[in-house]
């Protein structure tokens, strides 16, 4: 298997989940509005960096997904008769 592309970042990096769930939460607490100035820049620049992770970590997991598609891809072979695959179907005979 292909490894981990977020093996870039830190051994004990938060997960996606993690990340996300904390990403929630501040949106949370900044709609709730009642941060000071000072602290709702701080984590407005905490959640723009969880959001930077997150994207980076969907990208890796997007190429996983794509490399295994072509894996797959490269194995299967439709079965004599198949009428899923174009130009073999009866009808067109």
């Known amino acids: 298997m292909t490894p981990k592309k977020s093996s870039k970042t830190e051994p004990d990096a938060p997960s996606f989940d993690d990340r996300l769930q904390r990403l929630e939460e501040i949106v949370g607490s900044l709609e709730e509005g009642g941060l000071g100035l000072e602290s709702a820049i701080e984590r ?46 009866p009808e067109e005979a």
């Open 44 to 89: 407005y620049r905490e959640g723009v960096e969880l959001l930077g992770g997150c994207r980076e970590l969907l990208e890796g997991y997007r190429r996983q997904v794509e490399e295994l598609g072509q894996q797959v891809e490269g194995e299967l072979t439709p079965y004599a008769g198949d009428p899923d695959v174009d130009g073999d179907t």
